[in-house]
């Protein structure tokens, strides 16, 4: 493969997701949908803030095993962070369409920044990279729902991508303190955290505490901690915290679905009789086993494997924080046993880093047999996760029943055994590519 071949790729990745974008801003316009109007942000506060846009906002969904009128659900800067736009928007529509204009816009932001940072490419080959940033972004599934329901895991990617671009400026509490931001925003991605301790980065765990502190003050104030209701036992459970009867391997941790899908569910397959028909999208999914020992205590032996093997490569990987959070994005959703979606978005720092790694091959004219062959296997990687080719064109290819494909995907669990292998790819390929290359 050639710079010349690698741009025209790059080129034509960019025109397909600026047209996918549009279609995305088109369809959902004016089109209210998605978790950001179940758990509308700054609700508790919106009355005092802004009372018209009170009058009209659409009250946040509280379950009735939830008490109290106040109770609140995702991280408390989901609630702090979307407060100025809320404060001047004259309209839920106002704000529903600038918060979009908004969330492509940063993102692009971000994704420039990081571009320019990166000091593992020489400054000729930054804007290739930005361009494949660009294509392998907002050619994601996964993107593109969050972007037409305005999900707040576009928040948490943003606030990634910004203390990644901070650690490689050497900015250390910067870069901590996003992170915190990132995993307040929604819980997940406090994932990320293990990098500070893993690599020694006294700065990056201040700036993580003193900015984890802040928020946490400000919603006690603003919001009130005795109201949230993430750590309410039955809320915990039904986001795939085990029960005593899932430890005793007398009930899953989470069912499978046709709505999500995670390593623990591709684990979970073989104990479900799951069958689809042709004239509709979802199957029909019964138990067909009694016992769940096998894949409950799989799952957790490899999370476990999963997470301390992580750990010991942490210390190893230098200054390369874009495998680093490579490695951290997969591990996000290989330890979730209930996987929506939205959070899909996390294993993009892993094709970012085979990007990147594209580009330094193609240039020093290195590009050979394995590469080929493990691009052909990232582009499988790819589809798995909804990205290059649109899920309705699949439907379409093979005639399927509109939405076939990604319930397929989702209740076989296909993404999340898709993380673990990127997770792997990627540490085969960091470490083991010397070898290669000398077989080669």
Not at 364 to 374: I, K, P, Q, W, Y
């Amino acid at each position: 493969m050639s710079i010349l071949l690698l741009r025209v790729v790059a080129a034509g990745l960019v025109l397909m997701a600026i047209a996918r974008v549009g279609g995305a801003m088109a369809s959902s316009w004016t089109m209210y949908s998605g978790e950001l109007l179940a758990a509308f942000p700054g609700h508790l506060v919106l009355d005092r803030l802004n009372p018209a846009l009170y009058a009209e906002a659409p009250a946040p969904w509280v379950p009735a095993t939830w008490s109290g009128a106040r109770a609140w659900f995702y991280g408390p800067f989901h609630h702090i962070a979307y407060l100025p736009l809320l404060a001047v928007s004259p309209s839920l529509m106002a704000f529903w369409q600038a918060l979009l204009v908004v969330q492509v816009v940063a993102i692009g932001a971000v994704l420039a920044g990081l571009a320019r940072a990166e000091r593992h490419l020489p400054a000729g080959h930054r804007l290739l990279f930005f361009a494949l940033l660009i294509g392998l972004t907002f050619n994601q599934f996964a993107i593109l729902d969050n972007l037409r329901q305005r999900n707040t895991e576009l928040l948490e990617f943003i606030l990634l991508v910004g203390a990644l671009w901070a650690l490689y400026r050497s900015r250390e509490a910067v870069g901590g303190a996003m992170m915190a931001l990132a995993a307040l925003t929604k819980l997940l991605p406090a994932v990320f955290f293990l990098l500070l301790p893993a690599r020694g980065l006294r700065r990056g765990i201040a700036g993580y505490a003193v900015a984890a502190a802040l928020v946490a003050l400000l919603a006690q104030a603003l919001l009130g901690w005795e109201n949230y209701t993430l750590f309410q036992p039955q809320v915990a459970t039904a986001h795939g915290f085990p029960t005593a009867a899932a430890l005793r391997g007398q009930q899953p941790f989470t069912e499978p679905s046709d709505q999500r899908g995670s390593l623990y569910t591709f684990l979970l397959a073989p104990s479900y009789r799951i069958e689809f028909s042709s004239d509709r999208s979802y199957p029909s999914v019964t138990r067909a086993s009694t016992s769940f020992l096998l894949p409950n205590y799989a799952f957790i032996a490899i999370v476990l494997f999963v997470g301390i093997t992580t750990l010991l490569v942490l210390r190893h990987v230098g200054t390369d924080w874009l495998f680093a959070f490579g490695l951290l994005g997969c591990v996000t959703l290989i330890a979730s046993p209930r996987t929506n979606p939205h959070y899909y978005v996390f294993p993009l720092f892993g094709f970012f880093w085979f990007a990147r790694r594209f580009i330094e091959r193609t240039a020093a004219g290195d590009f050979g047999r394995f590469d080929a062959v493990l691009t052909a296997a990232l582009a499988v990687l790819l589809m798995a996760f909804g990205s290059l080719v649109p899920l309705g064109v699949i439907d379409r290819l093979f005639g399927l029943f509109p939405a076939t494909y990604f319930s397929m995907l989702a209740v076989y669990g296909i993404q999340g055994a898709g993380a673990f292998a990127l997770w792997g790819l990627l540490l085969y390929v960091r470490f083991a590519r010397p070898t290669l290359r000398a077989a080669a």
